[in-house]
Each structure stands twice: as C-alpha cells, then as structure tokens.
C-alpha cells in the first residue's frame, strides 16, 4: 500500500436527484428512439430532469446538507468545498462559491475543478492531498450536473444517454492508518478531447445569435468512439492501481465505476475478472449524471449497506477531455 502520512477519510455522503422522471417511452415522443434501443444498447430506462428554476448549485447544496448531517459535521467546520461539475450555474463565480453561501458555510476556500466525468475522482484527489498537509481540517466534495441544460434534445445520439443530479461527501483526517481514501491514478489526454465536448459558451465561441442558430452551446460526441476509449482507460487505471498496491481484484468487495453505459461496465468487469454483481450500478434510473455519477452512486452503495467496515472498494470513471481516474477505498 502507499502509506499517506493521515488518513483522509469519507465521514459522510448525501446524494439528490430531481423528481422529474424521463422514461424512454417519454422521450420516444421527442426524438426517433425507443424504449427498446435505449435500454439494449445502454441499460439506462429513465433518467431526472431538473425544473428551470432548479440549478446545479441547488442540487450540489442538498446533496451536501445531507452529507454534512450525516458526517455530523457543522457547517462551520468547513474549510475547503471544492465541486466537480460541466454544468456550472454560471461561468463564474464559481459553482462552489454559490453552495457555500446556500449552506451558510461562514469561511473556506471555493472551487470548481473540471473533469467531465471524472470530476470526482479528480476532487477528491485535490481535496486529500490538501488535508493531508495539514492546512485543512474538513473538505466537502460535491458532484453536481444539470446535463439536461446542454442537451440538444433534437439529438437522439446524445439526449437518450444523460440525466441530472448531485452527490457529495465530507472528508476528514483520522490518524487510523491504512483507511479511507488509500490512493489514486488520475490521466488524461487532451489530444482526444474532439470525441466529447460543447464547443459554444466559452471565449472561443462565446453566444451569438449566429453560434445559438449552429447549436453550438450544446454537447457533441462520437459515441463509438468514447465507448472504445472508456473501456481502455477504466481497465488500465483500475489495473495499474490494484497493482500498486498489492490487490488482487477478488479483495475488492464493491466497484463502483461511472454510470454511462452498461456494456462498458460489463466489459470492464470481463477484463478485470470482477464478477458484475460486485458493481454498483444506478444507471437504469439515472442515465449518466457525469461528475455526479459516482457520488451518487457511492451514497447509495454506502444506504445500502454494500460497503462494510474493513471493505476494500474501487471507484473508477473515465469522461471528456480524455480524463479517467480510479480511486481505492479502505471504509473505517
Ligand atoms: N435511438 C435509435 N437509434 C439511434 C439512437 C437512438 N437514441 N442513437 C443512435 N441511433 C442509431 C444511429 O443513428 C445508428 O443508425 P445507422 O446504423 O442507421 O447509422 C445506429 O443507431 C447505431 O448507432 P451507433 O452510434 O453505432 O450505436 P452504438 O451501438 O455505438 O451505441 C452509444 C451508441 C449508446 C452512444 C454508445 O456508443 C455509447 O454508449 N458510447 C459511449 C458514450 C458515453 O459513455 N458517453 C459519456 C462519456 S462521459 C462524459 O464525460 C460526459
């Protein structure tokens, strides 16, 4: 094992999805799909869809109540809130900023970091490194996507697949070696980032009637393509971290990897010998929540009773960019 100086431990997670609920059926009625071709080639049925008036701050803040009251830890005590997000209220202030202020969380240092999917594999990445130095005591890490407001909903290749929603969790030290959030791979290679990406609302394209009329403020993939590309990614990232640190893939009691399609995470279970009732999956109520998948699902594992004291558990999640990270858990 890689032996971290303190332990970062999650003390508490929380999770929210909007009431809405889209089915395939639903959608069927808006693009040229079925219920029939979504659920073979995805697995996902239904997916929640945000009111108008409900942001991803709002979704980030509930989920983040919830976590905090679980951790039983004040707001007060926070001094780091970091969130990972593609779908941010606004270009700045930052998403964090906004759910601080809604949490009443009186002084702590704010950010947002960016990683698709992998967003909160990457968040907590940052989040442990900067408590193990000592400077911080407690870090709220929140993964929230309104996707549904990027969504070109004339685009039956992309509409059918993403879904709305947040996650969060509370980290903190514990001087117990050899628990929580044992160690991390993170990668990317921007060189792929054409196979995913919204090419309008940045500096590059900002909005003009003429970038709106090309639908240029909504997301674009090549799905074959990302599809090949995230199973390669999961498989060495989860790999290359059960190597370092000496486990073997049957020690692993849970996997929890991001919810985009379920043939990946079948492949990916063929390829690392993991049998796919040791997955958590979600994926057939959420569609894909990007950098809220995992926390998601990581709070409904945990409600669940699937992660017990002394598990070994394995996140892992691949998104735009190319961006992938894997994460390895040890529950307190
Ligand atoms: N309903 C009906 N038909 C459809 C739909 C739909 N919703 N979407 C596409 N089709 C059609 C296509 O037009 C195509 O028709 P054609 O053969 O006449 O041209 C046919 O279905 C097959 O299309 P493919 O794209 O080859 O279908 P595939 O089996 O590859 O499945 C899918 C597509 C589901 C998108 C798959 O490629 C995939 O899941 N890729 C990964 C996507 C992903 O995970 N993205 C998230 C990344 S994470 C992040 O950072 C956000």
């Given at each position: 094992m890689t032996h971290t100086p303190r332990s970062v431990v999650i003390q508490g997670t929380g999770s929210y999805t909007p009431g809405d609920i889209q089915t395939n059926d639903d959608l069927a009625k808006i693009v040229d799909t079925s219920d029939e071709w979504i659920f073979t080639r995805t697995g996902i049925r239904e997916r929640r869809i945000a009111e108008e008036s409900e942001q991803s701050s709002d979704m980030g803040a509930t989920a983040a109540a919830q976590a905090l009251e679980r951790a039983g830890v004040e707001a007060a005590d926070i001094d780091l809130v970091i969130v990972a997000t593609i779908t941010p209220d606004m270009p700045f202030p930052s998403t964090a900023c906004l759910i601080q202020t809604k949490l009443g969380i009186p002084n702590a240092v704010c950010m947002d970091i960016e990683a698709a999917c992998s967003g909160f594999i990457y968040i907590l990445e940052v989040a442990a490194a900067l408590l193990q130095s000592g400077r911080y005591r407690h870090a709220?890490?929140?993964?929230?996507?309104?996707?549904?407001?990027?969504?070109?909903?004339?685009?039956?290749?992309?509409?059918?697949?993403?879904?709305?929603?947040?996650?969060?969790a509370v980290l903190g030290v514990s001087e117990t070696p050899n628990v929580g959030l044992l160690d991390f791979k993170l990668g990317a290679d921007g060189a792929k980032g054409d196979v995913l990406y919204m090419p309008g609302g940045g500096c590059a394209v900002p909005a003009t009637p003429d970038s709106l009329d090309r639908r240029m403020h909504f997301l674009k993939m090549r799905g074959r393509e990302v599809f090949k590309m995230a199973v390669t990614v999961m498989e060495k990232a989860a790999k290359e971290i059960l190597e370092q640190n000496g486990v073997n893939s049957d020690q692993l009691a849970c996997v929890i990897p991001h919810q985009a399609n379920l043939r990946i995470i079948e492949l990916l279970a063929a390829r690392l010998e993991i049998p796919m009732d040791r997955f958590y999956l979600n994926l057939e109520k959420y569609g894909n929540t990007s950098a809220a998948s995992i926390p998601i699902a990581l709070d409904e594992a945990i409600q669940a009773g699937r992660l017990k004291s002394g598990d070994l558990a394995l996140m892992v999640a691949f998104g735009a960019g190319l961006t992938w990270g894997a994460t390895l858990v040890r529950c307190p």
């Open positions: 709220l890490v929140v993964g929230t996507e309104k996707l549904s407001s990027i969504l070109d909903w004339e685009d039956r290749t992309t509409c059918v697949l993403f879904g709305d929603g947040a996650g969060a």
